[in-house]
Nanobody, 123 residues
C-alpha cells in the first residue's frame, strides 16, 4: 500500500521560510515524478512544483520561481520543498503527489497523494 506523508507546514511571518517534506513508502520512488500542489480556501488545487527522475528536471509555477526549490532524496524516498521569502498569498494546504507518467502540472494525472500540510503566512 502506497503512503505519502506530508510534513513541515506551520505559521510563519511574511519573508520567512519553511521546508516541507514528503516521505513515500510502498512504491518504487525513483520511478515517479514528485509534485507539490497547494489549495487555498475557495480555490482549486494548483500546481506549485515538480521534480522528475532520472535527470531530476525541476519545474515551478511562475508565482514561486526564485523563491521555492524542490529536491528529492531517492535513498530516503523523500521529496522536499524549500520555501523562502514566503508571502501571505502562499497560504494554503500543500500536498505532495506522485506521478508515474503524464502531465506534471495537472493534479488529475497524479497517482498518489499525501494528506496535506497547512502553511499560513502572516503579513
Amino acid at each position: 500500500q502506497v503512503h505519502l506523508v506530508d510534513s513541515g507546514g506551520g505559521l510563519v511571518q511574511a519573508g520567512g521560510s519553511l521546508r516541507l517534506s514528503c516521505a513515500a513508502s510502498g512504491l518504487i520512488f525513483d520511478q515517479y515524478t514528485m509534485g507539490w500542489f497547494r489549495q487555498a480556501p475557495g480555490k482549486e488545487r494548483a500546481f506549485v512544483s515538480a521534480i522528475t527522475t532520472p535527470g531530476q528536471g525541476t519545474f515551478y509555477a511562475e508565482s514561486v520561481k526564485g523563491r521555492f526549490a524542490i529536491s528529492r532524496d531517492n535513498v530516503k524516498n523523500t521529496a522536499y520543498l524549500q520555501m523562502n521569502n514566503l508571502e501571505p498569498e502562499d497560504t494554503a494546504v500543500y500536498y505532495c503527489a506522485a506521478l508515474k507518467s503524464g502531465s506534471i502540472t495537472r493534479p488529475q494525472g497524479y497517482d498518489y497523494w499525501g494528506q496535506g500540510t497547512q502553511v499560513t503566512v502572516s503579513s
